[in-house]
């Protein structure tokens, strides 16, 4: 006698959410054999005899972390149902409430929730941007941020335990004394839960006043050639790391600078040593 096809019409719940726990799936139908089970996605589940018409199986929590689709079948002593699709939501937003979320020059204390000043604009003599924002979360939350330059170039940072209450977080922060022309501009702090982005906070970054130009060509270093240059108001001279001028309105020649193997630049532009000379 031939067995009656098997056909699965209704499954129960009808979604999940992603990030949620393990759970039960209902699989309703018609022509359910013992033995059965029920396939996820290719891969068999703990499955549970009913009827002719239901089965139940147990869904791991791992199976559902990451929003998508699956797969559903059933099969049965070599037959197998047509595949039904699973869907496994995004999470909503997840945040019951957050506030206060700003850049800023202050260090943000690590011990309390103490508001640091905001700021919109950065000098990159300011040389980190401290992240600062305060949030009710729950456990089902993962929270994360990076920081978006101007370019494009994304910058991670990192992630937040999982837990359950107010807080504040004070932890992210960029630096960007070091941070070349093309990445100074409008920059975002994004923050994320489980990779969807809840909010960003815009920023700019520019150079001090004058600060931006070398001192003198690297060409000019290694051919030897004498110069003279005059730090203007805002510029700065670093030999070996000291800031040795900065509005100061000095000339400085070859003989000052270039022969005791010295950086120089406002940013260390380059670097030159009595053997040869090499861009920064």
Not at 50 to 69: E, F, K, L, M, R
Not at 95 to 107: C, E, I, P
Not at 119 to 138: G, K, M, P
Not at 178 to 205: C, E, H, K, N
């Given at each position: 006698?031939?067995?009656p096809p098997?056909?699965?019409n209704?499954?129960s719940?009808i979604s999940?959410?992603?990030?949620?726990?393990?759970f039960t799936?209902?699989?309703?139908?018609s022509?359910?054999?013992?033995?059965?089970?029920?396939?996820w996605?290719?891969s068999a589940?703990p499955t549970t005899?009913?009827s002719?018409?239901q089965?139940t199986?147990?869904?791991s929590?791992?199976?559902?972390?990451?929003?998508g689709?699956?797969?559903?079948v059933l099969?049965s002593?070599?037959r197998?149902s047509?595949?039904?699709?699973?869907?496994?939501?995004?999470p909503s937003a997840p945040?019951?409430?957050f506030?206060?979320q700003?850049?800023?020059?202050?260090?943000?204390?690590?011990t309390?929730?103490?508001?640091?000043?905001?700021?919109?604009?950065?000098?990159t003599?300011d040389?980190t941007?401290?992240?600062y924002?305060?949030?009710?979360i729950t456990k089902?939350?993962?929270l994360?941020?990076?920081?978006?330059?101007p370019d494009?170039?994304?910058?991670?940072?990192?992630?937040?335990?999982?837990a359950?209450?107010?807080?504040?977080f004070?932890?992210?922060?960029?630096?960007?004394s070091?941070l070349?022309?093309?990445?100074?501009?409008?920059?975002q702090?994004?923050?994320?839960?489980?990779?969807?982005?809840?909010?960003s906070?815009?920023?700019?970054?520019?150079?001090?006043?004058?600060?931006?130009?070398p001192?003198v060509?690297?060409?000019?270093?290694?051919?030897?050639a004498?110069?003279?240059?005059t730090?203007?108001a805002?510029?700065?001279?670093?030999i070996?790391?000291?800031?040795?001028?900065?509005?100061?309105?000095?000339t400085w020649t070859?003989?000052d600078?270039?022969e005791?193997?010295?950086?120089?630049?406002?940013?260390?532009?380059f670097e030159?040593a009595?053997t040869?000379?090499?861009?920064?």
């Amino acid at each position: 006698m031939t067995a009656p096809p098997m056909v699965v019409n209704s499954l129960s719940p009808i979604s999940v959410t992603a990030g949620g726990g393990a759970f039960t799936l209902t699989v309703n139908g018609s022509g359910f054999l013992s033995p059965v089970a029920v396939l996820w996605n290719g891969s068999a589940l703990p499955t549970t005899y009913i009827s002719t018409n239901q089965v139940t199986a147990t869904v791991s929590s791992p199976a559902i972390n990451v929003a998508g689709t699956a797969s559903i079948v059933l099969t049965s002593s070599g037959r197998a149902s047509s595949p039904i699709s699973f869907p496994i939501l995004p999470p909503s937003a997840p945040l019951a409430s957050f506030s206060n979320q700003r850049v800023t020059k202050s260090t943000p204390p690590a011990t309390i929730c103490a508001q640091p000043p905001p700021s919109s604009s950065f000098l990159t003599s300011d040389r980190t941007v401290y992240l600062y924002f305060e949030a009710t979360i729950t456990k089902n939350n993962l929270l994360s941020n990076d920081w978006l330059g101007p370019d494009g170039s994304v910058v991670e940072a990192g992630s937040w335990n999982v837990a359950d209450g107010n807080f504040c977080f004070t932890g992210p922060q960029l630096g960007i004394s070091d941070l070349p022309a093309s990445r100074l501009g409008q920059w975002q702090a994004r923050i994320y839960d489980r990779g969807m982005r809840l909010f960003s906070v815009p920023f700019t970054v520019s150079a001090p006043a004058g600060g931006e130009a070398p001192i003198v060509s690297p060409n000019e270093i290694r051919n030897g050639a004498g110069f003279q240059q005059t730090i203007s108001a805002g510029s700065w001279v670093q030999i070996k790391g000291t800031n040795l001028a900065k509005g100061s309105g000095r000339t400085w020649t070859a003989n000052d600078i270039v022969e005791a193997n010295q950086r120089i630049g406002s940013r260390r532009y380059f670097e030159w040593a009595s053997t040869g000379g090499r861009d920064q």
